[in-house]
């Protein structure tokens, strides 16, 4: 492609509102624009790179025997409320009416549409597994839309479904999208990692994320330094031997704290560690309030304490429903004197604590020497805290260490939580109804490309892998105006065009600093120089990646561009 006649408007300064590198950059050279808030144009290079990335998933969705299909971005309001997601989506769904007053959403993701397909063409088990998948754009309405393609309301995503007929065959699957991801991610050459997760409201159990490890991440993965160990530190477990102190019992006192509602204030204020102290917090878990325990230096995680509960949902408490059941204010809540039938649950940390610090229940008072059994009662300890750096390898090997990551793909197992519902259901072998076992799997094709620039720049501009950098060639003739230049140029991009390569041909009446700038911006594996010795069949040849300059004569160009780009496949 001639760099003239296509459209790549490079900026030479960086817009303010772009936070993070990989949007400056993508805005910078020209394979992006902003829309409004969260949605973004797709100019001629960022739409190559996007086909590129497409490209790769088709190829390893088909490998194991994925089924391309395309579904409609409006859906109807009743399949969502046939599973009820119509009213606990939340905002994120985008709504809207037709003419005839008729609800719909935009598509945030489409396990509803799915169901409702396969349930009415596949009756029998004999048409199962079966696994589709398409590529299309996406719409959530984002609080914050930010970082750039990293968070937007409108993106693009590969998103697959799988049908069952028993647990077995749908594990069999997961494995292989398991697989079939890792060859993805490692394909566009991404340091990534494979972390357990949790589901949140696409719904099922068993479920990973395939995290982009970067900075600027918003998920904080907990990794093993001994093994390959990695979650989602809000799934990632606590295998922690807590030993409990063998001093006596002391007597419980009930001891003035004015003033003092945290658990920092309080330690302090009593001369005592935080360990000692016993965090008291109350949810409402399904609209029944609960109190969860934690050890005064832990963080409690509302996403264990939810599934330990086997709950729809949990928040904390408002004021105004812990005063009508507690009497009293939050920082002097504890686990004592509580009404019947209220459950608390604790952290397994809770259990071994000795003579702790608790709220008295009574506003500016806390307890001293606290125990339990006999000062309070707990329903069942449970691991109900945020893993810490240190703490031991839920797997046994190593410690846990925290980086950050950018979530590129998700994998689920949702089970039978969408055909159960809506009456998805099959006859079995024996000619008995069942609901069909599911699994979903998607991966953001847009998010990725973001992931990829991400990980792939320097202070020059991008630098794109091979597998999809949009051109793997960047063909620079330093003046136009040089006839010796010009007609090397052209045999030059004949050539290599007829060899089956991309070439990008800065073919601009453009001072030499202006393309090598917008070159090293826009990234391509490697940039070739037609310059002054063009008239000797000479031609200088620079690698984006380390920076290393060759001369090449035009006779062997092709077999030094096979060597190249051979060497960076392997």
């Known amino acids: 492609m001639k760099q003239s006649l296509t459209f790549i408007p490079t900026l030479r300064e960086t817009p303010a509102d772009a936070d ?30 996007l086909q590129k990335v497409e490209s790769i998933v088709r190829e390893e969705m088909d490998a ?23 009213y606990s989506y939340g905002p994120e769904l985008m709504r809207l009416k037709d003419r005839h007053n008729r609800e719909f959403a935009l598509g945030a993701t489409h396990e509803e549409v799915i169901t409702s397909l396969l349930r009415d063409e596949i009756k029998s088990y004999k048409k199962l597994p079966l696994t589709l998948y398409q590529i299309q754009a996406k719409f959530r309405d984002e609080k914050r839309p930010r970082f750039g393609l990293l968070r937007g309301r409108e993106f693009l995503m590969k998103d697959a479904y799988s049908f069952h007929a028993t647990r077995e065959s749908l594990d069999l699957t997961y494995d292989h999208m398991v697989q079939a991801y890792t060859n993805i991610f490692t394909r566009l050459a991404l340091d990534f ?103 005064g230096d832990h963080e409690i995680n509302e996403i264990k304490v939810k599934n330990v509960l086997e709950a729809k949902s949990v ?56 125990n339990p059994e006999r000062d309070y009662l707990v329903n069942q300890y449970e691991d109900l805290r945020f893993v810490m750096e240190g703490d031991p390898s839920p797997d046994g090997k190593g410690t846990i260490v925290f980086t950050q990551g950018i979530e590129v793909g998700h994998v689920f197992k949702l089970g039978t939580t969408y055909s159960e519902p809506m009456k998805g259901t099959f006859l079995d072998d024996n000619g008995r109804s069942k609901p069909y076992i599911m699994g979903c799997y998607g991966i953001g094709i847009s998010r990725v490309m973001a992931a990829v620039a991400e990980q ?27 006839e010796a230049q010009v007609s090397l140029a052209d045999d030059l991009y004949t050539l290599i065009k007829s060899n089956r390569y991309d070439v990008l041909y800065d073919d601009r009446a453009e001072r030499a600093g202006v393309k090598f700038a917008d070159s090293d911006l826009i990234g391509l594996p490697i940039r070739i120089v037609v310059g002054k010795k063009a008239s000797e069949g000479l031609v200088e040849v620079k690698i984006r990646k380390t920076g290393e300059t060759f001369e090449w004569k035009k006779e062997e160009i092709l077999d030094q561009l096979q060597s190249f780009f051979s060497t960076l496949k392997n």
């Open 20 to 49: 993070v590198k990989s949007h400056q950059l993508l805005l910078r050279a020209g394979f992006i624009r902003q829309n409004t808030s969260g949605i973004y144009s797709f100019l001629p290079l960022g739409k190559r790179v």
């Open 64 to 86: 194991i025997n994925g089924v391309e299909v395309l579904m409609p971005a409006m859906q109807q309001a009743e399949l969502w409320q046939e599973t009820g997601r119509w």
């Open 193 to 295: 990692r494979a972390v357990i997760a949790d589901s949140g409201a696409i719904g099922g159990k068993d479920t990973h994320e395939f995290m982009v490890l970067s900075e600027i991440g918003e998920d904080t993965i907990a990794y093993s330094d001994g093994s390959d160990f990695a979650a989602n530190i809000e799934m990632a477990e606590v295998k922690v031997s807590y030993q409990t102190s063998t001093e006596e019992l002391r007597d419980v006192e009930k001891v003035a704290t004015p003033n003092q509602r945290t658990i920092d204030q309080i330690a302090s204020f009593l001369n005592v560690e935080e360990q000692r102290c016993i965090k008291t917090l109350v949810y409402n878990v399904d609209d029944q309030l609960v109190l969860v325990l934690a050890r």
């Open 315 to 370: 928040e904390l408490a408002t004021e105004e429903e812990i005063q009508n059941l507690l009497n009293c204010e939050v920082g002097s809540l504890g686990p004592v004197q509580i009404p019947v039938g209220v459950k608390v649950i604790a952290d397994h940390a809770v259990a071994a604590i000795r003579n702790g610090i608790c709220g008295a229940n009574v506003a500016g008072f806390h307890l001293v020497n606290a």
């Open 456 to 482: 792939f720049q320097d202070d020059k501009g991008l630098i794109w892998p091979m597998t999809v950098a949009p051109y793997d060639v960047h063909l620079v003739p330093v003046n136009m105006k040089d």
